[in-house]
Structures are given as C-alpha cells and as structure tokens.
C-alpha cells in the first residue's frame, strides 16, 4: 500500500513523506548569508508540491550500495528554474555519498519544464533548493 502524507510544520516549511520508498522531500529555510529577492510567485512543478513528489518517487531510487551499508541522511540540491520552465545548473549543495549525490543528480537532470517564477508579471530565472533524505527501510 502507497501512501503520501504531507505536513505543514509552518509557514515556511513543508514535508513530504512517501511511505512506499521512505523518501521525504521537504523544504526548508537554510540561513546563510546570500542575496536574494522575493518574486512575486515562486516556480512551480507542473501540478505543484504534491505532483512533485509523486513524480520523484517513480523516478528515485534509493542506490543498492547505499542500502547495503545502511547509508541514511539529507542530500541538497540546487537548480535554476530558468524563464521558459527548463532546468538549468543543478548542483550537489549539501552531500550525503557519491551514489546518493549521483542518484539525485541522475533525476534531477530529468525533470520535466516547470511554470517559472514571475515578478511584475513577467517570468524570471529562480533557484530553488531542496533536500531530499534518504533513509532505510527498517
């Protein structure tokens, strides 16, 4: 049985588990000292969070030789979701083991053109940033 639960721990914060893999996606404020502008809407995976997630779970898989040395913890990601929705410039931020960064790359670099970020009306490149945590099955 697939299930997909999804928590609001606040306004910033939303977690995304998929019980099927024991994959959570969530994301969170990472306080570093960067500039950056709000926009007026953030990009958007088509069909939002929810479709992200979904999406991620067919197409993530947790590697075999981290399983086998029972390798848990949070790999982050960055990209660039460019003004026509493409992906661009996905970069490992935070690593957890060579075959999860590769994993994480590997479907990242697959995604599909997501609805850009607007400011003024108009679309503008975003990064957006996610930590994706792998974690054994007991």
């Known amino acids: 049985v697939k299930s997909l639960y999804i ?3 606040n306004s910033k914060t939303l977690q995304i588990k998929d019980s099927r893999l024991n994959i959570e996606l969530f994301q969170e404020s990472v306080e570093q000292n960067i500039k950056f502008r709000v926009i007026e809407e953030l990009p958007e ?3 939002g969070a929810t479709e992200f ?3 991620l779970t067919r197409n993530l898989r947790y590697p075999t030789s981290a399983e ?3 390798i848990e913890g949070k790999v982050i990601v960055s ?3 460019n003004k026509n929705g493409s992906i661009s ?3 490992i931020i935070k690593s ?3 075959d999860c960064d590769s994993e994480v790359l590997r479907v ?3 995604m599909p053109k997501w609805k850009p970020g607007t400011e003024k009306g108009r679309p503008v490149r975003s990064e957006y940033v996610i930590p994706i945590i792998f974690k054994a099955l007991s």
């Open 96 to 98: 957890l083991d060579p």
């Open 89 to 91: 410039d996905i970069k």
């Open 79 to 81: 990209f660039i979701v």
């Open 45 to 47: 995976f088509p069909g």
């Open 7 to 9: 928590y609001y721990k």
């Open 108 to 110: 990242m670099k697959k």
């Open 53 to 55: 997630m979904k999406w």
């Open 68 to 70: 086998e040395k029972k």
